[in-house]
């Protein structure tokens, strides 16, 4: 089994910062890549930013200079620091995990509960 949690969400004004976390524990062979994702309601899921396990990274546009991902190997854990937040920065994130189970050769998406970000304007 494997789990990922998240912490780190809450309620911030516009223009403020908040440090989301996930951990991944388990049965983890390696894990490729880690990532977070939103979805705000009545909007589909969408990419926020990815980190490779060597550094790679990808952000969407919207956050982009405002957003930073990173993570740490050894723990199986991955950040995503938000600045300068905007009210349309409001919704549920999501950790996301592409890994490999030990004894495994196949690597498959895992996901985190959700954390929820709200931002007043």
């Known amino acids: 089994q494997v789990q990922l949690v998240e912490s780190g969400g809450g309620l911030v004004q516009a223009g403020g910062s908040l440090r989301l976390s996930c951990a991944a524990s388990g049965s983890i062979f390696t894990i490729n890549v880690m990532g977070w994702y939103r979805q705000a309601p009545g909007k589909l899921r969408e990419l926020v930013a990815t980190?490779?396990?060597?550094?790679?990274?990808n952000y969407a546009d919207s956050v982009k200079g405002r957003f930073t991902i990173s993570r740490d190997n050894a723990k199986n854990t991955v950040y995503l620091q938000m600045n300068t937040l905007k009210p349309e920065d409001t919704a549920v994130y999501y950790c996301?995990?592409?890994?490999?189970?030990?004894?495994?050769?196949?690597?498959?998406?895992?996901w985190g509960q959700g954390t929820q970000v709200t931002v007043s304007s």
């Open positions: 980190i490779t396990n060597d550094g790679r990274l």
């Open positions: 996301n995990a592409n890994l490999q189970l030990t004894g495994m050769r196949t690597i498959f998406p895992y």
